[in-house]
C-alpha cells in the first residue's frame, strides 16, 4: 500500500519534461517548440515543422532544402523489407504490418544498437523517409501490385501518394494531406508517445522505440479513431438520420468516435483546419454529403454532450475524399506522428531516467497458505 493515489489513467499526473510541445487544453492552443500550429498549419509544411521539432530553430531555405533532399534520398526501402511485406498475408491489418516493417529495419540498419544523437538523427531521417513506402507498398502488395518506386523529385505527401497509385497527385490533394501530417506530428505525452519515451527510457533503440509507439496507437480508442469515425459516417447515410442515430447510440451509451478529447476542453485547435480542408475536398470529389453529415452530427453533440470534434473526426473525411481505403487512416496518423516519436526518443535519450511509476495495490494481504493436499 502506497500513500499516494492513483488517477485511473494517469489523469492529470505530469510524468515528464519536455521542450517540444505546449498544449493548453482549456484555452485549446498547441505550439511545437514554441510555435502556434495554426500558423504552422497556414506556412509551414510538415517536413519543416519536422525540423523545427528536432533542431529547435526554423531552418533556412537551404537548410529546408538539403533537408528535404536528405530525406528524399533515403525513401527506398531494403530488400529484406520489401520481403517481409510481401510474406505478409493479404487481409493483415496495415498498423499490424507497418509495426512489422519498422522492426525489420531495425534489423538491417547498422546503427540501429547506436543511441547516440547523432546516429538517433540519422536513424529518425530513415524512419520519417521510409513509412510512407511502406504503408504504399503494402497497400499495392495486398492488392496483387508490384510497389512503386519512391519519386525523389516530389514532396512528402506527393511522393506517398505517387507510391500509392502510381500518378502525380493535385496540389490540392498534396497540401491536405501534407497539413494532416503536419497537425498529427506531435502532441506530449499521448499513449503511444508515452509509450515510445517508456521503451527508450530502458537504453532502447530508435526502432524498438517507433515499433513499441506503432503498436499503441493501433487501438481504436488513439490512432484508429479515425477510421471508426469515418465507418461511423458511412452507417449513417444521410443529414436526416443524424438525430436518429445519435439518440439511439446515445441510449446504448455507444462512444461516438471523433468526439472529446482527454487534453482538451475547449475545441481542438487542429480540427479548424480539417474542417476546412473536408469541405473543400469533400465538395471538389462530389462527396459533399459526407461533409455534411459530420457537421450535423458535430453541432449535435456539442448541444447535446457539449463535447466539441477531435483531430480525428474531419481527418477521417478529408482522408475519405482523397481516395483513401479507410483501414490506411491509422497508417496515415503514424507516418505523421513518427517525426514527433522520434523527437521524444531523442529527447528521453539526452536526458534519461528509466521511467518507473508505481501501482496501487488494491488486492488482499496476509492471505493463509493452504498446502495442495488441504485445497
Given at each position: 500500500?502506497?500513500?499516494?493515489?492513483?488517477?485511473?489513467?494517469?489523469?492529470?499526473?505530469v510524468?515528464?519534461?519536455?521542450?517540444?510541445?505546449?498544449i493548453?487544453?482549456?484555452?485549446?492552443r498547441?505550439?511545437?517548440?514554441?510555435?502556434?500550429?495554426?500558423v504552422?498549419a497556414?506556412?509551414?509544411s510538415?517536413?519543416e515543422?519536422?525540423?523545427?521539432?528536432?533542431?529547435?530553430?526554423?531552418?533556412?531555405a537551404?537548410e529546408?532544402?538539403?533537408f528535404?533532399?536528405?530525406?528524399a534520398?533515403q525513401?527506398?526501402?531494403?530488400?529484406?523489407?520489401?520481403?517481409?511485406?510481401g510474406?505478409?498475408?493479404?487481409?493483415s491489418a496495415?498498423?499490424?504490418?507497418?509495426?512489422?516493417?519498422?522492426?525489420?529495419?531495425?534489423?538491417?540498419?547498422?546503427?540501429a544498437?547506436?543511441?547516440s544523437?547523432?546516429?538517433?538523427?540519422r536513424?529518425?531521417?530513415?524512419?520519417?523517409a521510409?513509412?510512407?513506402?511502406?504503408?504504399?507498398?503494402?497497400?499495392?502488395?495486398?492488392?496483387?501490385?508490384?510497389?512503386?518506386?519512391?519519386n525523389?523529385?516530389?514532396?512528402?505527401?506527393?511522393?506517398?501518394?505517387?507510391m500509392?497509385?502510381?500518378?502525380?497527385?493535385?496540389?490540392?490533394?498534396?497540401?491536405?494531406?501534407?497539413?494532416?501530417?503536419?497537425?498529427?506530428?506531435?502532441?506530449?505525452?499521448?499513449?503511444?508517445?508515452?509509450?515510445?519515451?517508456?521503451?527508450?527510457?530502458?537504453?532502447?533503440?530508435?526502432y524498438?522505440a517507433?515499433?513499441?509507439?506503432?503498436a499503441?496507437?493501433k487501438g481504436?480508442?488513439?490512432?484508429?479513431a479515425?477510421?471508426k469515425?469515418?465507418?461511423?459516417l458511412?452507417?449513417?447515410g444521410?443529414?436526416?438520420?443524424v438525430a436518429?442515430?445519435?439518440?439511439?447510440?446515445?441510449?446504448?451509451?455507444?462512444?461516438i468516435?471523433?468526439?472529446?478529447?482527454?487534453?482538451?476542453?475547449?475545441?481542438d485547435?487542429?480540427a479548424?483546419?480539417?474542417?476546412q480542408?473536408?469541405?473543400?475536398?469533400?465538395?471538389?470529389?462530389?462527396e459533399?454529403?459526407?461533409?455534411?453529415?459530420?457537421?450535423?452530427?458535430?453541432?449535435?453533440?456539442l448541444?447535446r454532450?457539449?463535447?466539441?470534434?477531435n483531430?480525428?473526426?474531419h481527418?477521417?473525411?478529408?482522408?475519405?475524399?482523397?481516395?483513401?481505403?479507410?483501414d490506411?487512416?491509422?497508417?496515415?496518423?503514424?507516418?505523421?506522428?513518427?517525426?514527433?516519436w522520434?523527437?521524444?526518443?531523442?529527447?528521453?535519450?539526452?536526458?534519461?531516467r528509466?521511467i518507473?511509476?508505481?501501482?496501487?495495490?488494491?488486492?488482499?494481504?496476509?492471505?493463509?497458505?493452504?498446502?495442495?493436499d488441504?485445497?
Amino acid at each position: 500500500m502506497t500513500d499516494q493515489v492513483a488517477n485511473k489513467g494517469l489523469a492529470g499526473i505530469v510524468a515528464a519534461e519536455s521542450a517540444l510541445s505546449f498544449i493548453d487544453g482549456e484555452g485549446g492552443r498547441l505550439s511545437y517548440r514554441g510555435y502556434d500550429v495554426n500558423v504552422l498549419a497556414r506556412y509551414a509544411s510538415y517536413l519543416e515543422s519536422v525540423y523545427v521539432l528536432w533542431y529547435d530553430a526554423l531552418p533556412s531555405a537551404m537548410e529546408l532544402a538539403a533537408f528535404e533532399g536528405s530525406l528524399a534520398a533515403q525513401r527506398s526501402l531494403p530488400q529484406e523489407v520489401l520481403a517481409v511485406l510481401g510474406e505478409l498475408p493479404a487481409d493483415s491489418a496495415p498498423m499490424a504490418a507497418l509495426r512489422t516493417a519498422v522492426s525489420a529495419l531495425g534489423q538491417v540498419d547498422p546503427e540501429a544498437e547506436d543511441i547516440s544523437q547523432e546516429a538517433d538523427l540519422r536513424k529518425a531521417g530513415r524512419l520519417v523517409a521510409r513509412m510512407p513506402t511502406i504503408v504504399a507498398a503494402f497497400d499495392r502488395v495486398r492488392r496483387g501490385l508490384d510497389p512503386v518506386e519512391p519519386n525523389g523529385e516530389l514532396s512528402h505527401a506527393a511522393n506517398f501518394l505517387y507510391m500509392l497509385r502510381g500518378e502525380i497527385p493535385t496540389d490540392t490533394a498534396v497540401r491536405a494531406l501534407d497539413t494532416s501530417l503536419l497537425l498529427y506530428l506531435e502532441h506530449g505525452l499521448n499513449a503511444s508517445t508515452f509509450t515510445a519515451r517508456i521503451v527508450a527510457s530502458t537504453l532502447a533503440d530508435m526502432y524498438s522505440a517507433i515499433t513499441a509507439g506503432i503498436a499503441a496507437l493501433k487501438g481504436p480508442l488513439h490512432g484508429g479513431a479515425n477510421e471508426k469515425a469515418m465507418e461511423m459516417l458511412l452507417e449513417i447515410g444521410s443529414v436526416e438520420e443524424v438525430a436518429g442515430y445519435l439518440d439511439h447510440a446515445l441510449a446504448e451509451k455507444r462512444k461516438i468516435m471523433g468526439f472529446g478529447h482527454r487534453v482538451y476542453r475547449a475545441e481542438d485547435p487542429r480540427a479548424a483546419h480539417l474542417r476546412q480542408m473536408s469541405e473543400a475536398l469533400s465538395r471538389e470529389a462530389g462527396e459533399a454529403l459526407r461533409f455534411d453529415v459530420s457537421r450535423v452530427l458535430e453541432d449535435l453533440m456539442l448541444e447535446r454532450k457539449g463535447l466539441h470534434c477531435n483531430v480525428d473526426f474531419h481527418c477521417a473525411t478529408v482522408y475519405y475524399s482523397l481516395g483513401l481505403p479507410i483501414d490506411l487512416f491509422t497508417p496515415l496518423f503514424a507516418i505523421g506522428r513518427t517525426g514527433g516519436w522520434a523527437a521524444h526518443v531523442m529527447e528521453q535519450h539526452m536526458h534519461n531516467r528509466l521511467i518507473r511509476p508505481r501501482a496501487e495495490y488494491t488486492g488482499e494481504l496476509d492471505r493463509p497458505w493452504v498446502p495442495i493436499d488441504r485445497r
